[in-house]
């Protein structure tokens, strides 16, 4: 976490919500998010970002990077990785006010890996907020699960692994569907999702 990028007590008034990064800001990939080069954002999403800031959002990311734990890439990379991210948004006038991560594989059973709730109530606790309602965008089944615990609007994107995770079904209640995170801001800011 770059901490430069955490909390800015400025901001306590503005409306916050979380996305997933692998398969909600970027391409995913089966063999993980390894490097700088490997991470692409998929269209439309960094633009997106950007009219969240516009509208006065507070954007975080709250990711599951357990290539950390299984050695595929270090906490040097990770950092470089968000790096072009802000950069990349940065040229188009966006922002991410925060990057939580778990760094740790399912079998360490810790309390951050989503589907548990620990990186959301990291946020909630970091930005003196209650999650309740806040738009929590993913495109797996975990992220939805996460999100629905701490009270939070589950929002499934189609994009990455949201397609698998829409046609196994099981999705917590009141779940919305958009193709991208394109669409689903466009609807959250045109109605107010919250």
């Known amino acids: 976490m ?15 919500i979380v996305l997933d990064r692998d398969g909600v800001i970027n391409h ?3 063999s993980f998010i390894k490097s700088p080069e490997e991470w692409r954002p998929i269209s439309g ?7 969240l800031n516009f509208a006065g959002y507070r954007v975080v990311v709250a990711t599951n990077q357990s290539g950390i734990d299984r050695g595929l890439f270090d906490m040097q990379t990770l950092n470089a ?3 072009k991210m802000y950069q ?7 922002r991410i006010d925060a990057v939580f991560f778990c760094p740790h594989t399912a079998q360490s059973q810790c309390e951050c890996r989503k589907p548990k709730p620990g990186l959301f109530l990291t ?20 992220d939805l699960q996460a999100a629905a615990a701490v009270g939070g609007l589950p929002i499934l994107v189609r994009t990455g692994k949201g397609e698998k995770t829409l ?10 569907v958009f193709a991208d995170l394109a669409e689903a801001v466009s609807a959250l800011l045109a109605t107010g999702l919250e």
């Open 45 to 51: 999403s960094l633009e997106a970002i950007a009219k």
């Open 81 to 83: 990785i968000h790096e």
């Open 28 to 30: 995913d990939s089966a």
């Open 123 to 142: 946020i909630a606790q970091r930005f003196h907020a209650d999650l309740t309602g806040v738009p929590c965008i993913g495109d797996s089944l975990r």
């Open 88 to 94: 990349m948004l940065n040229r188009l006038g966006g």
């Open 167 to 176: 046609a196994a079904g099981d999705l917590p209640e009141h779940t919305l």
């Open 2 to 16: 770059d901490p430069s990028r955490e909390y800015s007590p400025g901001l306590r008034s503005s409306k916050l």
